[in-house]
């Protein structure tokens, strides 16, 4: 019984490091938030809460989050397919790592799957050294966004509460589900007047979600909408360094509380099945 159970321990500690750690930011309609959410969520998960973070910048051939990080944007994944190691192109900034995407369209079209398999063979390499791998993407899918979700286990889908973004999230949310499978998302509404319409807007995208495509979403916050924010991307700052005190700093705070929440729920569900398997079948 001692050999099962240190058998499933290390099946719960591959599992556990390996799959629940990715999280890929996405969005149905363009603009709404992705990028800030995604270095202003790595910037407190590394400061805030002491945890290794891995943000890549997955938004090929518009890539941006050099700009927040005043980051040398020519060391970037691109250098991978010339066969560098990954370790020299990660950047070290605000007390995170970044991996950096590049711009261009004409290099997109030099990209195949075969390059995006290069990229997620690196990153196996790497990933069990940090807390969370954090991935923000393009807005829409295509098939490198898919094909960063599919090395994910987390679709963290961002809205705003304008109509027009609501509905491009539900259309997301639905191919997402009809082609992958995929039916964990966390929904962040950001550019909110107030809390209620945070909540208002959530509600109409669950209610959609469960009566046309029968699952369940999870609210994982609301951001509000700030001027702050503004002033430190025009500042090329990080609103959640500059601006302590806003209520959109203290979101992505409580946002990465419930994360790491969830997290623990989740080990622990899975330790306590485990360990019952294990009382059952050694009894
Ligand atoms: N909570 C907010 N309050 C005020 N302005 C915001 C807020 N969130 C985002 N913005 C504004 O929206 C702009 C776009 O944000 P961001 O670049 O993060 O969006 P994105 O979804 O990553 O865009 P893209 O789809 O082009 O990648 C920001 O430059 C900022 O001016
Ligand atoms: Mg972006």
Known sequence: MMD????????????????????????????????????????????????KILLIDADIGMANVHLFLDADPSKNIKNLFSGEPIESIIHHTYGFDTLLGFSGIEDIFEMEDVSIQTIVNELEKISSRYDYVIIDTGAGIDQKVAAFLR???????????????????YALIK??????????????VNMCKNKEE????????????????GIDLELMGILLYTNNLRHAVKNK???????????????????????????EDRSENFWRRLFDMVGKSGS
């Open 237 to 263: 700052e990080l609103i959640c360094m500059r601006y302590p005190k806003d209520p959109y700093t203290q979101n992505i705070a409580a946002i990465c509380k419930k994360e790491l929440q969830l997290q």
């Open 4 to 51: 099962q159970a240190s058998g499933l321990r290390e099946l719960v500690a591959k599992n556990s490091t390996t799959n629940s750690k990715f999280i890929t930011i996405a969005s149905g309609k363009g603009g709404v938030g992705k990028t800030n959410f995604a270095v202003n969520f790595a910037y407190t998960m590394a400061n805030s809460f002491g945890k």
């Open 198 to 213: 945070g909540e208002l807007t959530f509600n109409k995208l669950k209610v959609s979600a469960k009566k046309f495509l």
């Open 151 to 169: 090395a994910s286990h987390k679709a963290y889908i961002i809205t705003t509460p304008e109509p027009t973004a609501l509905m491009d999230a």
């Open 175 to 188: 191919s997402i589900y009809n082609i992958y499978g995929y039916n964990s998302f966390k929904i962040v």
